[in-house]
């Protein structure tokens, strides 16, 4: 009884201790940013590293100023953003990409990045990267990488199968049942509804010449003849065993791919980077160029940091970002995570890597998404029913239809 | 009156023993390809050439332990998975006496309200707590990860409907015999619930040494997080099979440790519930 008695004292005490001890760190927060960013750099080492000489570069120039880095999961992101700043204990900015910047848009928690950046910086970003972090006219986030999905092609499978990298549409189905006769998939697709459709159907779509909303942004644009024709052309690979089926149900697990098996000629859905990391090596990877039906274009992500409405010193935000997004931080950056600089100054970072030199050719030709504050419900909507039709299970005009009167209240509301 | 046994003989005795095997097969062998493919080194895994006891490597526990604050991690999951077992089991094992035993206005219907909070889904009041719990300054802190916990209605609910079973003549004797209540809980109501109190201390425990969500809102500095956000902050988005395996054996072997120090007592549960069903 009296030992009980003892630990649940100890216990109360201990707890209420460690309440008191933590809230005994309330730091002044004039002069200090906070920034989330996310395992961008995959080595825990490397990132560690860029992080500690970035900050102590810029403190080195702003000791006045404080910035505390903090790396968080991939897992659940927008849950603990979305709810962090909800709470008012948010960051002052964050890492976020097209996708993420029309909901965040949408419920008004962004401040228009050209608050913070320098006029040079702003005026020498690539087009493509700016729009699609666009709304209204104004953008939302500072772009820091680009990435570029051209082709990724398996030297060895194309020498097997004696092919040449296909550049549009029609070579690849041309090419394509001579290595299936070798043993091999002409090209990969992940379809699982964990995918997003940038990665997939949106390229093809694009390719096609459509697109996936429409101008003003209030209706889907896919139920149009080049979305069926984005399907068919889709469909067409499946049923005739030039991709690997069983990719359009089960999540991407790199190491245990086709790539990773050396079974993929051409593969479009991922940076050559991940693509070397799935087969072990990037040493058999040829660039190809994104494939073309009636516009060449590719998928590439745009990632960047975006500044909440919430940011508690706007002048030491507007100092770290400048900083951040400067020519030798963004040049350092990319370098270290293996993506290629947005702005138009900084390139030619892998002088000695062909392959990566090869990839940035293509980074104008990269599409980084449209940006649309419904952009993950219309993915809800319509990534299932794109999966339906390449299953066998519905037709690519009854499915484009369905998503698209799906959508339209969604979109108008 | 004749009384009948059932007594398999010959072949019967041979299908049974054939169909435990069989069970204990396809129970053990996930556990048996989880533990061998997370000392695989990355790469294709192909069936059954993949599964074989040889090859060992470490190269996926050493990318998970790649951080120098992994320790700082572990400490903090344990701090939150221990205490949050042992206030809860207290709090439950209170409440629960309270609910089965004690007579007051309103407990069949503060029981069932209670109850009924099991309906509402966690993430619904996901949002009100941690905006509570943020403007109270629990963010960053032990508390604000342990606190929201504490009133595990499953627990309760589990620990009134045990001790409900516990006849009230046992209670009125021990009453008669001069002990309070408090007396009454602590020295016979509590040592007979240890059963019931050893499986739910190892399903707390499971949830708590797992769960992600909360401290990954609660925990925001890389000081507070615990071993499940520590490691998600160090992966790729895309994490190679040998790691995945390598993070559920670390979130395994806890579990198992504490199902081998309460395995009597579970084992007791259920042989309890095997004669009262």
């Known amino acids: ?413 | 009156m004749t009384t009948e046994t059932f007594a398999p003989r010959g072949l019967g005795k041979v299908a049974i023993h054939v169909v435990a095997v069989l069970c204990a097969f396809v129970t053990a062998f996930p556990l048996y390809a989880m533990v061998i493919l997370s000392f695989k080194q990355q790469g294709s895994i192909e069936f059954p050439a993949s599964l074989v006891p040889w090859d060992f490597s470490t190269e996926a526990f050493q990318a998970i332990f790649t951080s120098p604050e992994i320790w700082r991690w572990m400490i903090n999951t344990a701090i939150y998975a221990v205490v949050s077992v042992v206030l809860i089991l207290l709090l439950s094992a209170m409440a629960g006496y309270a609910f089965a035993k004690k007579r007051f206005r309103g407990r069949e219907v503060m029981f069932w309200s209670l109850v009924s909070m099991l309906m509402v889904p966690y993430h619904i009041t996901l949002i009100p707590l941690f905006i509570l719990i943020a403007r109270s300054g629990g963010i960053d802190t032990y508390w604000g990860l342990i606190l929201p916990g504490l009133a595990n209605v499953q627990a309760i609910f589990l620990m009134r409907q045990f001790i409900k079973g516990i006849p009230d003549e046992l209670l009125e004797a021990a009453r008669v015999d001069g002990c309070n209540d408090w007396t009454i809980f602590w020295r016979i109501v509590l040592p007979l619930c240890k059963p019931i109190l050893a499986t739910l201390g190892i399903f707390v425990f499971l949830w708590h040494w797992n769960d992600f969500l909360w401290p990954l809102l609660v925990g925001q500095s890389p000081e507070m997080r615990t071993l499940t956000t520590g490691i998600a902050s160090l992966q790729a988005e895309q994490v190679p099979l040998p790691q995945v395996f390598a993070g559920a054996v670390l979130a395994f072997v806890p579990i198992f440790v504490a199902y081998l120090v309460g395995q009597r007592y579970v084992t007791e549960n259920a042989v309890a519930a095997g004669i009262k069903g």
């Open chain 1, 1 to 413: 009884m009296g030992r009980t008695r003892k630990f649940l004292t100890a216990l109360t005490v201990g707890l209420l201790g460690s309440a008191l001890l933590s809230g005994c760190g309330a730091e002044d927060q004039r002069n200090t940013v906070t920034m989330w960013t996310y395992p961008i750099i995959t080595d825990p080492a490397a990132d560690r590293a860029f992080w500690e000489r970035t900050v102590e570069g810029f403190r080195a120039e702003h000791p006045d100023i404080n910035v505390d880095v903090v790396s968080r999961p991939w897992d659940d992101r927008d849950a603990s953003l979305t709810m962090a700043l909800m709470a008012g204990k948010g960051p002052d900015l964050a890492y976020l990409i097209p996708d993420q910047v029309g909901r965040y848009y949408d419920q008004d928690l962004l401040s228009p990045i050209e608050d913070y950046l320098p006029e040079r910086t702003l005026t020498d970003y690539r087009d493509n990267a700016l729009d699609a972090v666009t709304m209204d006219g104004k953008p939302y986030v500072a772009p820091i990488l680009m990435a570029a999905l051209a082709g990724s092609c398996d030297t060895r499978v194309l020498a097997d199968a004696g092919v040449e990298p296909p550049e549009t549409w029609d070579e690849l189905l041309a090419i394509a049942p001579k290595l299936k006769r070798a043993g091999y998939y002409a090209t990969y697709y992940q379809g699982d509804l964990d995918t997003s459709l940038n990665m997939n159907f949106y390229q093809f779509l694009w390719q096609a010449g459509g697109k996936v909303f429409s101008e003003d942004g209030r209706s889907l644009a896919v139920d149009s003849p080049a979305g069926v024709q984005a399907l068919r052309f889709l469909k067409k690979l499946v049923d005739n065993g030039y991709v690997e089926r069983s990719a359009l149900t089960q999540a991407y697990q790199p190491d245990q791919s086709p790539m990773a098996r050396g079974e993929v000629a051409c593969v479009y859905n991922q940076a050559p980077l991940d693509v070397g990391n799935a087969m072990g090596s990037t040493e058999h990877i040829q660039i190809a160029p994104p494939l073309t039906e009636q516009v060449q274009a590719a998928y590439g992500v745009v990632g960047g940091y975006g500044v909440f409405q919430d940011a508690r010193d706007p002048a030491a935000v507007r100092a770290w970002l400048s900083y951040l997004t400067s020519t030798e931080v963004m040049s350092d950056y990319n370098r270290t995570a293996g993506y290629f600089s947005p702005r138009e100054s900084v390139t030619n970072l892998y002088p000695d890597d062909p392959m990566m030199s090869e990839a940035e050719k293509y980074l104008d030709r990269t599409i980084p998404g449209e940006p649309n504050p419904r952009f993950q419900e219309v993915v809800n909507i319509l990534a299932p029913l794109v999966q339906a039709v390449l299953l066998g299970q519905r037709t690519p005009e009854d499915a484009l239809a369905e998503a698209a009167s799906q959508a339209e209240p969604i979109l108008r509301s």
